[in-house]
Structures are given as C-alpha cells and as structure tokens.
C-alpha cells in the first residue's frame, strides 16, 4: 500500500462490537486518569455549561423543579 506523508493506517477495531470486546476491559489507575486529565483539560463548553448555570439559578426556572436534578426541595 502507498501513502502520502500525512496518511497513517489505522490498526483495531472495525465494528462496535470489537471496540467493546477490546476497549470495556480497560480500566485505568486513578493516576493514569489525573496524569490524562492534567495533560488535556477537559471543558464541557457550550450548551452544557449555560445549562449548569441555569441549574444552579432560581431565576431560571422559578418555583419549578428539574426533573432528575435529585434536589426536589430546591425550589420551595
């Protein structure tokens, strides 16, 4: 197979299926997992961000509650 400079084969799996089999047994140290954190900060942006905000605001929703929010007396 030929290939330009840029263009790398990509090597495992090609179904959903092989992905589960290979990757749902990974389970990483929580080192590894703050080591990953700390090199690639993670933000969850736009819309999630403005929807946590919303959340935590009693002017947003007023007497209303969130459904599944877990804190069904915030707004009494």
Do not use: H
């Amino acid at each position: 197979m030929v290939a330009g400079a840029g263009a790398l084969p990509l090597v495992g799996a090609r179904t959903p299926e092989q992905v589960v089999d290979c990757a749902g047994e990974v389970e990483l140290p929580p080192e590894a997992v703050a080591r990953l954190e700390a090199a690639a900060p993670f933000e969850r942006g736009f819309p999630a961000d403005f929807i946590a905000e919303c959340e935590a605001s009693p002017f947003a929703f007023g007497e209303c509650v969130v459904a599944g929010s877990g804190d069904e007396t915030r707004y009494e």
